[in-house]
């Protein structure tokens, strides 16, 4: 297990922190109140394992599958249904979301292969991450990609607790299947729009690996 360039500053800043927060306390408190310097010590050292876990790159196998979407995030499967698309496809779509907990593997992954057609950020709120409107009322960042089987959207939604997104591709990048495109820090959620007919090989409530878990499958191949 690697850890993420995006946390090395998170992680010095916490280092420092955790150093100087046990400095003073054991200079301050533990002649008198030892009890007070352990405590703060236990504390403040899981927390900064908290943090440096958060940034975790764990070692797996990645699921490269050409008539497949893949999952772009770890977490859980807390929405499946069609609604009307309204930022690019403007129709019926089916929408599958994740919801990523603090505990998660926080990179984003590129659901499938192909050309980024579309990127845009676009400001927003920071409602709980499982709230119905945080697909479209939250700070979050599309993207559309094109290949010979067809058009994807994703989102990666800011929440409550996740106040940077990190979206590394542009319109006429070519990305791979299951490749980073992406990290959310701190909690959020990742939406991925297809065409209603394709076959979800997911449920609800389901947990689900990032890169690993296929979401659904195109209903041809194509030679």
């Known amino acids: 297990m690697t850890i993420h360039h995006e946390g090395y500053r998170t992680i010095g800043i916490a280092s420092l922190l955790f150093g100087l927060i046990n400095i003073l306390s054991f200079a301050f408190l533990s002649s008198h109140f030892s009890w007070l310097s352990i405590a703060i010590f236990i504390i403040t050292f899981f927390l900064l394992l908290f943090i440096i876990s958060f940034f975790r790159v764990p070692e797996r196998t990645l699921t ?19 609604i009307i698309e309204t930022e690019y496809f403007k129709d019926k779509r089916t929408q599958i979301s994740i919801f990523m907990s603090p505990t998660n593997v926080h990179i984003n992954r590129n659901p499938m292969s192909g050309e980024v057609v579309y990127n845009q950020y676009h400001k927003g709120k920071y409602l709980v991450a499982w709230h119905p ?26 929440g409550a607790l996740a106040r940077r997104i990190c979206n590394y591709t542009k319109p006429g990048d070519k990305v791979q299947q299951s490749a980073e495109y992406g990290f959310i820090k701190f909690g959020s959620r990742v939406d991925v729009i297809i065409p209603t007919f394709m076959n979800v090989k997911v449920e609800l409530n389901q947990q689900v690996k990032g890169g690993v878990t296929v979401l659904a499958t195109w209903p041809y191949n194509i030679q």
């Open 64 to 82: 490269i599958q050409e008539n497949a979407i893949v999952c772009p995030a770890d977490g859980k499967i807390v929405v499946i249904e069609d």
């Open 133 to 158: 409107k945080s697909s479209t009322e939250n700070e979050r960042w599309s993207v559309v990609v094109s290949n010979a089987y067809g058009k994807i959207l994703y989102k990666q939604i800011a």
